[in-house]
Structure formats: C-alpha cells, structure tokens
C-alpha cells in the first residue's frame, strides 16, 4: 500500500500537478482536495472508477469533471468517463442524471422520494453484481451539488453513506459591488475579478474558479455589479460583453445578474422620463430585457437600489417602489428572471434635532403598506437589520410586515463594519442569531429563516443574498479565516438550520485539514471571534462606534451623530442610547410584532445586547449582568482587547501543522488585530469616560503606567501634533517627523531589571512607507517599515482610529538606566508618526 502511494505522489509531482503545490496561497478555498492520508484513503477504496454522466448538459458535464478533478486529486484514482451510458452494467460506476434519466437506464433504482429541482440524492445500488453509485438531481444543478456534497465529505474523511437533501430556497445569490472601472465598493481583497478600467475583463479564468466556489456550497446565482450601478450597464456594447461572465459561470449552474439603475430608460434609452408607468418606459424595460436574454439565454434578473443615498427612484414621479419594481418585472417575467428589490430605502437627510425622526423605521414605513402589491417574479431584499450591517443589530421588522410577498435576507460576508478582512470576524454566529430570531408574526413561531425561506407565510420564492465582494488578491477575501464568511453564507443558504459548528468544523477541514489540533484550534478562535469583535468595538446594541463618515473601519465615535445619517446613539452627559419604544420615543419598536414588541419595549425585558439599540439609558443603570453600563463598556472593551491578543500565541501552536505561507500571513494579521483591538478599546473606553464622567472602578482607562508618551519623549525632530477624532491618541496628540532625515525620540528607562516586551504604537498612512528603528543603548533591538497591513480602504491621510497600529519587540533585557531610543525615517507624505512607546512584562 506504502509502495502503491508513493507512485501516485511521484507521478503527480511528475506530470507537474501535485495536488496543491500551488494551491496554498488560498486560491483553492476550501475546495482544495489535499490528498487523504492512507488510512483515510482506505475508506474509499471501493469507490467505483467510472463515470456514467447521462444528462448532457454544460452543468452535468462539469459535474462529472469534477468528481473525477477531487476523486484524483483525493485519492489519486483515475476515474474514466463512459462514452457509452451502458457500460454501467458491466463495471463499478458512479452514475450522474436526473431521476428520469436514471430510472429508464437502471430500472431497478427508485429513487426515495421526489428530488426538487434543485435537490440531489446519493444512494448505492448493485445490478448485475456491479455497484452503482447514483447521483440523482433534480436537474443538472443537483447532480453537481451532489458531487460537491460527496467530494466534501470524502475531504473530511467522513464514512460514505445514503444521502438526500434539497435547498431551502430558490434564491441563493451573491452580490458584487465592483465597478466597472474594476474597483469593488466595500471590497477588501484586491481589484474586482469581472471589470477593469471600464470593461468586463480579458481573462475570466478568476470568474471560472469563483462559479465553482459557489456552487460546491449550493449558491445559484451572483449580481456582478455595484448596486449603485453604472450607467453603461445596460448599453448594447456592455450587455455583449457581459454575456462572457454568463458564459464563464455557467457551467457551474450560477446565474449572472445584474444590479440596474431605474433612470436606465432615460439615461441609456434616452426616453423622456424613467417614470414607471409610462408606457413607453415598460416598453424599453421590455425591450432591454428581450436584448438582455438573447445573449444571455440563462440571465437571473436585475437588483435595484432606488430613492437610496443618492439613488434616483420612484418618488422622483410620486410612484412607489411597487411600481417601480413591477414595471421592471413584468418585462422579466416571460423569461424566467426575477427582481430582487432592495429595502435599504431611507433618507440621509434626517433631521438630528426631530427626536422623533429614526433611520431604523424607514424600510417598514417605506414598505409595509405594499405588501401583496408586488408582481410573482419581484423579491424584497431586506438587509438583516434596520441600520446597516453593524456589528449587531436587531432583525429588520420587515421580515414580519411582509406576509404576501416574496422576501430575501441580504447578509454582508465583506467586512465592511466589521473589520474588513484585516480582523478575524466568523459571522455565521451573527447570521444564526438573526436567522432563528422567531419574530412572533400572528402571535405564533415565525424565525427569521423561515419567513425568508418562504414558509411562514407560504411566499414561492424567497431566498438568501449575500454581498461577498471577493476579489483578485489569491485567496480571494484577503484574511485566510475570512473565507469561513462566504463559505459559511453558502451553507446557511442551503440549510439554515445547520449549526456554527457544523459550518466551521466543514470549513476548518476542508481549508487547512483534518488534523485534531489544527481543527480544534482553528474552530475555537474562529467560533468566539464576533462576540469578540463585538466586545472591543461596539456593545450592547449601539453599533460598530466607527467613523461613519469615513471608510467605516477604525473608531471615530462622534461622527455617528449630529447629522442626517441617522446612525445615532444619542449620547451625553447623563446617558446613551437610541429610545426607539412606543411610549417615549421614535417608535420604532411599534413595528414588531406584539410579542416581540413587548419584550423589546420594556427596559428589563430588553436584552442587554439591544439595550442601547432601543432605550436611551443612564450610565449608572444596572444591566442583567449585574455591571453598570458604564462598568461593562470598560470591562468589555478590555476583556475583547485581551482576548484578541491571544490569538497570536494560539496560532503559532500550528506552525508546522499548515503550509507555511497561510501559516505566516494569517500570523501576521492575528498580530495586527491585536494591535488594532488595543486602539479600538483606548478610543472607545476614554470617549466614554469622558462623557459620563464616570471612572473605570479598576483605574485602566485613562491610566496607562507602562507607557510613555511620544510627546514626553526627547524629540530631535519630532514635533506634536494634534490627532482627530482625539479618542484616537494619548491626549489625543502624536508626533510626527516632518523633515527629510530621520527624526529621534528618547527615554530613559527606570524598569527593575528584566525581560520586557517594547511595543510601539504609531500610525501607518498609505502616503508613504516609513522606517522605524528601536535601539537600546545605542544598539538595535528592532525594525520595521510602516507599509502593511491595513485594509485597502485605508486612503487617510490622517493619523486617526483607522490608521493607528503596534509594532512589537518581546523578550528584551532592560535594567535601570537604560536608554531608549525611538528613529522614525519618513517616506513620501509619511511621517513616521508616533504615539506612545509601552513596555510591559
Ligand atoms: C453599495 C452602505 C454602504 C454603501 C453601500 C450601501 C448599500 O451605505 O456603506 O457602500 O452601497 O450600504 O447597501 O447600498
């Protein structure tokens, strides 16, 4: 057996395609097919080695391909292809078809139950002393789910076994913001993998590979483009080159889509007016459409963003969203395609003054009083909460509102609140805590996933759309851990009743292997990794306390409040928190369901994660948890902080047990977040002492013995400047360089003698890349160039929440006397800025 396995690895390495020589950079996702150990291998020894693929489709042939690309690159086992469907009976053979198919070739199968379309079953029979394995779907697109389905459980090495399942609902989409210059909104991981510089791309092949991460988790269909879309989108020239995307997905059974703006007939069809009930408006839209699916036979239907920041829309004519959407339907309709309508309908305008005026109403008011008006082919796409995807929020009470009409949930795997990929953030926990909230609808058992999966109010066509945003870096999401997001989606898509530990256990598997250390480690970090998250950015309901202003990444707290966005906590000097009940406030609770309503409305029903989401509170209220308000920020921002910096250490227990470029690069970035936790729990913990005027009862905010200051540092060069917002900086200034040589600053140290760890706190803008240099007495002891690891988005020129970042020297020996000395080389329009040195044990 040794001998058998060591000539399948040298003829891999041989004919040059060992199995993930390459695939190690992430570009295979969690579809690497890493070859099983040889116990494992033992467990598929009497897999057939022949395929019998009957349907004959783009899709079912590209099933086949892909049974025999995993089973080879798995088990090294050369599957061939029976040109002739009948050799099934004279050899072992997996056979792919539609029920039908399968049954008029092999009579004595029946399969179990009826498969949906969509569906798939696994099942062994024997015929004439032969096994066949069957791989029945519903259509082509469940006999490739079925592939997927099997291959991953032969990457888990799980035991092989009868096997069924169907989605949950037909629309399992993502949606893209890229642009067609080739930027992406919100992406973090590259340029985008469809569009450059105003044209779909040369080489798809990116696209290829994408279609096949979708469809091994069951997703069907992706909008490509921005919802705040080009206009170009709909010009002849561009439909024709959009069909390519179509093409390249198609094997894979996804559906390209495209996300349109309603002035379309105006703008591209140089009509009067885009009003919606213009005849001739209906007739472009018809037009377009017939134009649209003559080159793209398979085309899934349009996302609109409408009368939304800066969207043109329907009331621009006093119409509805209803109107709008249905024109647009109607022309979908004869073809099979759909519109998903997007929610996120709200004025930016409001009014900080109106206490009654509240962002978080504006999808129910904007649509709860259309429901049953839309067209069949028309789906609201509703983002989980009412704000926008901070890092918790409610469940949208829309989902309720809608019971006579098609809904989708629309979850966001980009980061964009929530740490753009340069924090580890697993959001399945999240989507599950939204999917199960049972909203109480007509006073019974409604959860979330439900009604979107169209049960609760029996709607045909709901569905799941998730904002991936991948983009050209290798591994697709930029942090290795962050494709557990969209893998996760996918799955919940599928099934939304699978656990979090079910997804990430697949995931963790699949992506770095089956050993039990790698996969117990990678499943705890990830598992805790939002309530983290949550813990050093926003708690208690009131939102990701980012720059909203900005590129929504580090903290700025007051940017939240005193303008029209209406992503306000209300906060003074007495108490913080949104007072959104009935009785005393927006109302907003009002729009939840009674029960539901009830339980959010009281002050000591309401769950402390909501509190600031729907009550405005003082600091000195005592929560569940026993802590004031004001004592649990801390205690949370600090508990967050130090959880995150363990993450480092946790990781390194794997070194040797992954490939070493995941292994460095996730390091690298485990070392940045717990870096960036530290900016995230100062910024927010010194804002809230200062305007509750209330102390930390265990003296850390505000109090920092171990470290020193840049400005009370020995400048030669450096200058102090102020830092905006101030919570971002100890005293809320720095230093920085402003000359062309290096600029110095020094300290003499009066530690007990001792080994120490330096870290330095200083600022990275993308204007530049500076050098750094730590000397000791003279000597250096360490050296780093400030040029790495922020997000993409990261554009500040300014030292702020999102710029600030540690560079850590350990293990250093100090003794009394000691002179430290800090050189920062600016570069470009870089600074080298500093804030504060901090040496600890
Ligand atoms: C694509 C938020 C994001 C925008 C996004 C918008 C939307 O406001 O910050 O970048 O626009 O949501 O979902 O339409």
């Not at 906060?571 to 009830?598: F, H, N």
Request: proline share 6%.
């Amino acid at each position: 057996m040794y001998f058998r396995n060591a000539i399948v690895l040298l003829t891999w390495a041989l004919l040059g395609s060992a199995p993930f020589a390459q695939a190690e950079n992430g570009s295979a996702g969690w579809l690497r097919y890493a070859p099983l150990s040889q116990r494992a291998a033992q467990l598929y020894e009497k897999i057939p080695r022949h395929v019998v693929e009957i349907t004959n489709t783009p899709v079912a042939r590209n099933a086949a391909n892909e049974l025999m690309r995993g089973i080879h690159s798995m088990l090294g086992n050369d599957l061939q292809l029976a040109s002739d469907p009948s050799t099934f009976a004279i050899q072992d053979s997996f056979v792919l078809g539609t029920p039908a198919e399968i049954h008029a070739l092999v009579p004595a199968w029946k399969a179990a139950g009826t498969i949906a379309d969509e569906g798939f079953s696994i099942s062994e029979i024997t015929v004439n002393g032969h096994a066949l394995w069957i791989i029945a779907g519903g259509a082509d697109r469940g006999e490739l789910y079925g592939v997927f389905h099997l291959l991953e459980q032969i990457a888990q090495e799980k035991p092989l076994s009868s096997d069924a399942e169907s989605p949950s609902s037909p629309i399992r989409w993502v949606n893209q913001w890229d642009n067609l210059n080739g930027s992406i909104e919100r992406g973090y991981a590259g340029r985008s993998i469809f569009f450059d510089n105003g044209h779909v791309r040369t080489d798809l092949t990116r696209v290829s590979d994408y279609g096949r991460l979708l469809a091994s988790v069951g997703l069907n269909g992706a909008a490509v483009n921005n919802v705040n879309s080009d206009l170009r989108t709909l010009e002849p020239e561009m439909i024709h080159e959009l069909a390519r995307i179509a093409d390249a997905f198609r094997p894979c059974g996804v559906r390209m889509s495209l996300s349109v703006d309603l002035s379309s007939p105006q703008v591209v069809g140089h009509l009067s007016t885009f009003d919606p009930i213009d005849p001739n408006v209906a007739t472009w839209w018809q037009s377009k459409v017939d134009e649209i699916y003559k080159e793209i036979p398979d085309f899934g239907g349009f996302v609109i963003k409408a009368d939304s920041e800066g969207r043109v829309g329907p009331s621009k004519y006093g119409r509805t969203p209803a109107q709008a959407a249905n024109t647009v339907a109607r022309a979908l309709k004869p073809h099979g395609g759909v519109v998903l309508y997007r929610g996120f309908v709200y004025n930016n305008h409001l009014d900080w003054n109106d206490l009654k005026a509240d962002r978080a109403r504006a999808g129910y008011d904007n649509f709860h009083a259309l429901d049953g008006t839309f067209e069949p082919n028309v789906i609201i796409q509703i983002k989980h909460g009412p704000i926008d995807f901070q890092v918790r929020e409610p469940v949208s009470p829309l989902f309720a509102a809608l019971r006579h009409t098609n809904q989708a949930i629309e979850l966001q795997v980009t980061q964009e609140y929530i740490g753009q990929q340069r924090h580890m953030v697993f959001l399945v926990p999240m989507w599950k805590a939204v999917l199960d909230t049972d909203m109480r609808a007509e006073n019974r058992s409604t959860p979330v996933k439900e009604i979107v999966e169209g049960k609760s109010f029996r709607q045909p066509l709901g569905g799941f759309v998730g904002v991936a945003n991948v983009g050209l870096d290798a591994d697709w999401l930029h942090h290795p851990m962050a494709m557990a997001n969209l893998y996760g989606f996918g799955k919940l898509a599928w099934n939304p009743d699978l656990t979090t530990d079910q997804i990430v256990d697949s995931w963790t598997r699949l992506t770095f292997g089956n050993d039990p250390k790698v996969v117990s480690t990678i499943d705890a970090l990830q598992r805790d990794s939002w309530r983290v998250y949550e813990q050093y950015t926003g708690p208690l309901g009131i939102g990701t306390l980012t720059n909203i202003l900005g590129i929504h990444y580090g903290p700025g707290i007051d940017s939240a409040e005193h303008n029209g966005w209406g992503q306000w906590f209300r906060g003074d000097s007495q108490g913080i928190g949104m007072d959104r009940t009935v009785a005393t406030g927006t109302g907003y609770i009002g729009q939840y369901p009674p029960e539901l309503a009830k339980v959010y409305e009281s002050l000591t029903a309401c769950p402390d994660e909501l509190l600031l989401f729907m009550h405005h509170v003082p600091y000195s209220y005592v929560l569940h948890s026993g802590k004031t308000l004001i004592q649990y920020v801390y205690d949370s921002h600090y508990a967050g902080a130090e959880t995150a910096a363990t993450y480092p250490a946790r990781w390194q227990q794997l070194h040797g047990l992954i490939d070493d470029e995941r292994y460095e690069q996730t390091l690298d970035l485990f070392i940045y977040q717990a870096g960036h936790a530290i900016v995230w729990r100062d910024a927010v913990t010194r804002w809230f002492q200062r305007i509750s005027g209330i102390p930390d009862r265990q003296g850390r905010v505000g109090n920092y013995p171990d470290r020193i200051v840049a400005e009370d540092m020995a400048a030669d060069g450096y200058a102090p400047v102020d830092v905006t917002p101030w919570e971002a900086a100890s005293n809320g200034q720095a230093v920085e360089c402003n000359r062309a040589a290096s600029c110095t600053l020094t300290t003499k140290l009066d530690r007990p003698a001792g080994a120490y760890k330096i870290a330095v706190q200083y600022f990275d803008l993308r204007t530049g890349a500076s050098h750094y240099e730590l000397l000791l007495n003279g000597n250096p002891i360490g050296h780093w160039v400030a040029d790495a690891t922020l997000p993409p988005a990261v554009v500040d020129k300014q030292l702020d929440g999102s710029t600030g970042t540690r560079f850590t020297v350990r293990g250093v020996s100090l003794k009394p006397g000691d002179r430290l000395t800090l050189r920062g080389t600016p570069d470009g329009e870089e600074p080298a800025p500093v804030d504060y040195i901090e040496i600890t044990k």
